[in-house]
């Protein structure tokens, strides 16, 4: 069945096929529509049903959701819907399956016979038959117990179903339920002679001899452990890679402990790209961080895409590489010495979030203009985007060009789209009004979906039926020339299942002979089969297609054994190899393989090319370098005797530090060997700086006196750049080096840089004898001592308990503290770090009136409820009426007040743009100007007037992820709020909102827990008189 959207007519394949259709159309939706008014009687029971205890089961109930939520519309008919769209001049848009034939198609894929498979998630948000024990502030939820795999156990609503266009006109006229009653199902592949089924916690693949779709027998688990906590994140897209690893995704509020017949217990938290191999049932996480992902894209290179939930088109997931994530919401990487990480593909255009699947069209059906570039969905702003391709280094940026796709119909939520066999793309929307998974009510309606197909204008559709699982050798062969990289990729996938040997010789010649994208395909067809030996390996590695020299690396890094022949060649090519894409493999592999194969190449890389400034391979580099910092200590040390190596910039910018943090963290005679022989080998005290910036990072919170002595006198010569000459002996607490410290830090003609690095030094370890100096400091009037000392001083006086601290700092503040606005902030900012030095605090204010309540802004009250003490809270709150927030039922009306209000009279966006800028401006990016402590909100859905006024009457709701606060609490008394800069197993990084970043050692912490309440105070519309509320939102929701 096919409508079409720029035509406004509709097309019919068969009429009583129509018929039937809306019939059974019209009796869903007067059953729907006729019990949506027990809708919220139901939720409510259902939400106590699915609680396993009373604790659950108030929290759930009293939960406010948040985001793009139910909005009371009403959906249009599909026939109706599609008239709404507008499409770029020269496409077409096609309805070709809706309700009630697909509800809630979260994926679909076609298989080696063309037909459709969609997985419908039904059962979501909730799997049958579990109960929630635990829960927490992002509605993770931990079950009472682990589900069985199907078919065992409850029976789930999820579905898969296969349609077929048998008359090859383009219309799909013939339906099959191929698996039911599965129980939180994510993704589906064929291959193998199986069907093999996400259905979180496991992969299960059900035998299917004959290709029919149908499963001949029960399933067997290949895959168990990947977590469950958080539906909207669990494992999903199954995906075969071009070297016949079946690959995935995980979201991002889910952690995983995977096991299979060959690996066990592989632990990761949140967002990862893995892959499971078949044949040797080896599961491994590939590319570790990213957004919340939900997309696994291979283009005609074999590199993998996927979108996220942020701003711009997602990232370029590289082997072994480690991407961006909130670290306090989604966990550390599983790699607590990978020290950085990479981000997104740079990008170009529209600012809006986001970008929930990518894919690189490679087609050759679309207009020309669509080759080689990204088509992107975006659910939220609900519209899909054409976004070019840009080399950038070895990676790319995106610049987007169009919206290909639009509507204004607030229910079009895109999630899934394929290239069809036919070259024309074909689309899944969950259609919705609700997108937001921030909400335990089951309001998800649970009776529609669509699926439409993208083509060019008046282009063909439909294709004659066929079957490349029993397509002749030759003629597979043939296919790996097809411009459609559909019919590439599924005769990969068949060559790999059959592994025909009789067929290497004609692959190999055409791996020789044949030139551009056909001599890679052959590479991977030899590999699939099984002919992947040393002499292809060597011939790959010279091969004039760099992308064939790519993928010779990678599969090479693959292996279990490299031979000498192929270790000599590898070390070859990273010399003379001239294409910047291959140099990334040589280090992504360098990280795979053993040290003797792996440093030759490392070595190859720094001395033959900069590529410094590359987005990827100087941290490519160092994660290569640190997987063999310990095991091939000895062999990195004599790689470094080379002083050429001491040259290079990447080695200087990125190595260096990062080595020696890397050995100094874990302490051991033979890594305290390693560093003090890299000190000994540095040219000179520019690189020895570098050296030691590394070192301190490593051993922060440790005492440098429990160094070795041959350490002790290899790094004396050395200092952090823009530290003092003594910097170093202080740290060891020398007695001279103490006092030439004191008589620095006294003197205000000593270099201010050298001063503050002696102050800070002072806060990093126990130097209680200097507290009355740096007190004496703070004392100065401002005409005699540097705000930037004081600041410096009262950050280092944190860090100690001494009574006399909040004593001098509270009888300093109202004379020479006050003053300056930084040193008022930091000075008070002190005071509220502990619970004996705020209650002084509050006595000043209450009771001795020696300083004034207004100098603590909102946020500084409010981190004074956070210390934990009733007392203070009681206190606080009576002197500061205003932080006391508002209760559930006041914000509800409240936020209907404004809707009302924002809806009875458009405002003026002129008049709006001054209101905004006082009000949110300082905190919020919108169209371009304002602060960057807040989230952006260009890209957020902005014509929702109604849900951007609940998040500004009840900022706490919805807390984006990144802005979220965390109150951190140390062994020594002090309490910090502020946001993860960066976390691992070892160390913490903490930026107090307006202060410096400060980083702690997990021995240091006694605690560190997520902020329920925003930053971002409430009330803010309460100041505002009607009229500038209206313009203020009249403003906001205007198009940029």
């Known amino acids: 069945m096919s409508y079409k959207s720029t035509k406004k007519t509709i097309g019919m394949s068969k009429a009583l096929y129509f018929l039937k259709r809306m019939i059974l159309l019209l009796v869903l939706a007067v059953a729907f529509y006729g019990c949506r008014e027990d809708k919220d009687k139901e939720q409510v029971r259902g939400l106590s049903e699915i609680a396993d205890n009373e604790e659950v089961a108030n929290h759930l109930t009293a939960f406010e959701g948040r985001g793009a939520l139910t909005d009371g519309s009403e959906p249009t008919p599909a026939e109706e819907a599609i008239k709404q769209f507008e499409v770029s001049s020269d496409l077409d848009l096609d309805l070709v399956l809706s309700e009630p034939l697909v509800y809630q198609p979260v994926e679909i894929s076609f298989d080696t016979k063309g037909r459709l498979w969609v997985v419908q998630y039904n059962q979501y948000p909730y799997p049958e038959g579990l109960k929630i024990k635990g829960i927490d502030n992002h509605l993770r ?192 990487l599983t790699n607590p010495y990978a020290f950085g990480y990479l981000g997104d593909m740079d990008f170009e255009g529209d600012n809006t979030r986001f970008t929930h699947a990518i894919l690189r069209y490679e087609s050759g059906e679309l207009p020309s203009r669509f080759e080689g570039n990204f088509i992107a969905l975006n659910p939220l702003q609900g519209d899909i ?173 693959d292996r279990f054994r490299i031979s000498d ?147 002790i006198k290899a790094i004396r010569p050395y200092k952090i750049h823009g530290e003092g000459q003594w910097a170093m002996a202080l740290r060891q607490k020398d007695a001279h080096a103490k006092n030439e410290a004191l008589r620095a830090i006294q003197n205000r003609k000593t270099d201010l840089a050298e001063r503050q690095s002696y102050i800070r030094i002072l806060g990093q370890g126990d130097y209680a004898e200097f507290v009355p100096v740096l007190l004496e400091i703070i004392g100065r009037p401002e005409s005699e001592e540097s705000n930037t000392i004081k600041i410096a001083s009262l950050n280092t006086l944190q860090n100690y308990s001494t009574d006399s601290i909040g004593k001098t700092v509270l009888r300093l503040y109202p004379y020479i503290l006050r003053e300056n606005h930084d040193v008022r902030s930091t000075a008070l900012g002190l005071l509220i770090s502990r619970p004996e030095w705020t209650s002084s605090l509050l006595d000043e204010i209450e009771e001795n009136l020696t300083i004034d309540k207004n100098d603590l802004t909102i946020d500084l009250v409010n981190r004074i409820k956070l210390l934990g003490d009733e007392k203070l809270m009681e206190r606080t709150e009576k002197i500061w009426p205003e932080s006391i927030r508002s209760t559930a039922s006041e914000k509800t009306t409240q936020i209907k007040r404004y809707i009302d209000l924002v809806k009875s009279e458009k405002g003026n966006p002129e008049s709006g743009k001054s209101v905004y800028q006082n009000a949110c401006g300082a905190c919020h990016r919108l169209f371009g100007q304002g602060g960057s402590i807040g989230p952006e909100l260009t890209g957020y859905e902005r014509r929702n007037y109604g849900n951007m006024i609940s998040q500004v009457v009840d900022p706490s709701a919805d807390i984006r992820e990144g802005y979220a606060s965390y109150t951190l609490k140390t062994k020594d008394g002090r309490t910090i709020v502020g946001f993860l800069t960066s976390r691992s197993e070892m160390n913490v990084s903490v930026k107090p909102y307006g202060g410096e970043t400060m980083q702690f050692s997990t021995d240091q912490i006694l605690s560190m827990e997520p902020e329920e309440h925003s930053l971002m105070p409430e009330g803010l519309l309460d100041k505002l008189t009607d009229e500038d509320v209206k313009n203020l939102f009249a403003y906001i929701m205007k198009k940029e």
């Open 141 to 332: 939820v931990q079950f009472d117990k682990m589900p069985e795999a199907p078919p065992a156990g409850s029976k789930g609503a999820d579905k898969i179903t296969i349609f077929e266009d048998t008359d090859g006109n383009g219309s799909f006229d013939k339906s099959t339920d191929a698996i039911t009653g599965l129980n939180i199902a994510t993704s589906v592949a064929l291959g193998r002679k199986k069907i093999w089924v996400l259905n979180p916690p496991y992969l299960i693949a059900y035998p299917d001899s004959d290709g029919d779709g149908i499963p001949d027998d029960d399933p067997e688990i290949h895959l168990q452990g990947f977590g469950i906590q958080d539906t909207h994140a669990v494992a999903n897209s199954l995906r075969w890679g071009p070297d016949g690893w079946l690959y995935g995704a995980q979201g991002s509020t889910t952690t995983s402990s995977v096991s299979s017949a060959a690996t066990e217990n592989v632990f990761f938290q949140g967002q990862a790209i893995w892959r499971y191999h078949p044949e040797t049932s080896v599961f491994e996480i590939f590319s570790e961080g990213g957004g919340n992902t939900f997309n696994v894209e291979f283009d005609s290179r074999g590199n993998l895409f996927s979108g996220h939930n942020g701003v711009g088109r997602g990232p370029y997931y590289k082997q072994g590489a480690y991407y961006h994530k909130s670290w306090g919401k989604h966990g550390s």
């Open 385 to 557: 985007i054409l976004s070019n391709a840009v080399d950038n280094g070895s990676s790319l940026r995106t610049v987007d060009k169009e919206k290909i796709v639009d509507t204004k119909d607030v229910w079009f939520r895109p999630i899934d789209m394929q290239a069809g066999p036919d070259g024309n793309i074909y689309v899944s929307d969950w259609y919705d009004s609700r997108l937001s998974h921030v909400d335990p009510n089951d309001t998800w309606f649970k009776k529609s979906g669509r699926i439409y197909r993208v083509k060019k204008q008046n282009g063909e559709v439909g294709y004659k039926p066929f079957d490349i699982s029993r397509y002749s050798n030759e003629k597979l062969i043939e296919l790996l020339r097809h411009k459609n990289r559909w019919f590439r990729q599924k005769a990969l996938q068949v060559l790999g299942e059959k592994k025909d040997t009789s067929m290497l010789p004609d692959l190999t010649d055409l791996f020789l002979t044949g030139k551009g994208q056909v001599s890679l395909e052959a590479l991977w067809a030899i590999h699939l089969i099984g002919g992947f030996n040393e002499k292809i390996a060597l011939e790959g590695l010279r091969h004039q297609n760099p992308y064939v020299r790519m993928w010779t690396v990678r599969l090479l890094g």
């Open 565 to 711: 022949n192929e270790a000599k060649a590898l070390a070859e090519i990273s010399v003379q190899e001239n294409d910047v894409e291959v140099r990334s493999q040589l280090a992504a592999t360098a990280k795979r393989v053993q040290g003797t194969v792996a440093l030759p190449i490392i070595k190859g890389l720094l001395l033959n090319h900069d590529d410094s400034e590359d987005p990827d391979i100087p941290m490519q580099i160092w994660w290569a370098l640190e997987s063999k910092s310990e095991s091939n200590s000895a062999e990195v040390i004599a790689m470094f005797r080379n002083k050429q190596l001491w040259e290079v910039p990447l080695v200087k910018q990125v190595l260096l530090n990062r080595l020696i943090q890397r050995y100094i963290m874990v302490p051991g005679v033979e890594n305290y060997a390693a560093t003090t022989e890299l000190f000994k080998l540095a040219p000179d005290k520019e690189t020895g700086s570098s050296l030691m910036k590394g070192l301190e990072e490593g051993l922060r919170g440790k005492n440098y006196s429990e160094l070795p002595a041959e350490l």
